[in-house]
């Protein structure tokens, strides 16, 4: 999958399928968007291939640990960004960015407890009031992938 900022300054690419795709409706994304909510392609950075130099932005988050968020330095649009959870081993990419939007639509609604009363949803999606189990929830792949790349990286998944 391919995508880019508005302008065109800073292209990517995603060298694999994305582990999961979050439809997230919590006020936070909500005012961070201006829409209804963020729909976010989680991905393992190292499989995120960017051309073109992004800025990067430390914003507030409802965690209160803050996200990186990347974006063109031209054109100012969000192109990915890095939550204190996972760090820098996983990139959210906005799927508003990519070339073609219908490729990842959201495996799943989270923080639906905020969800704007006229966003109706598609009942075959799993939607949960705040956050999920990700071991109940994510393919048995995804969850391997994201076990990898945190023991590679020291971490613990």
């Not at 995508?3 to 300054?9: E, Q």
């Not at 994305?18 to 006020?27: E, K, S």
């Not at 949803?121 to 929830?137: G, H, I, N, Q, S």
Request: hydrophobic fraction near 40%.
């Amino acid at each position: 999958m391919k995508g880019h900022c508005t302008c065109g300054a800073v292209a990517y690419r995603l060298t694999r399928k994305p582990l999961i795709t979050h439809a997230c409706h919590c006020t936070w994304c909500q005012r961070e968007t201006g829409t209804a909510f963020a729909l976010n392609a989680m991905i393992e950075t190292e499989a995120l291939e960017v051309s073109g130099a992004v800025e990067e932005i430390v914003t507030p988050s409802a965690s209160g640990k803050g996200q990186i968020v990347a974006r063109c330095p031209t054109c100012r649009v969000a192109l990915y960004s890095h939550y204190a959870g996972a760090g820098r081993l996983m990139a959210f990419v906005r799927v508003g960015t990519l070339a073609d939007l219908a490729a990842c639509p959201p495996d799943a609604h989270i923080f639906t407890e905020s969800k704007l009363p006229w966003v109706v949803l598609d009942p075959e999606t799993p939607a949960f009031a705040v956050f999920y189990d990700r071991k109940a929830l994510w393919s048995t792949e995804a969850l391997a992938r994201r076990a990898d790349v945190f023991q590679r990286n020291g971490r613990e998944a």
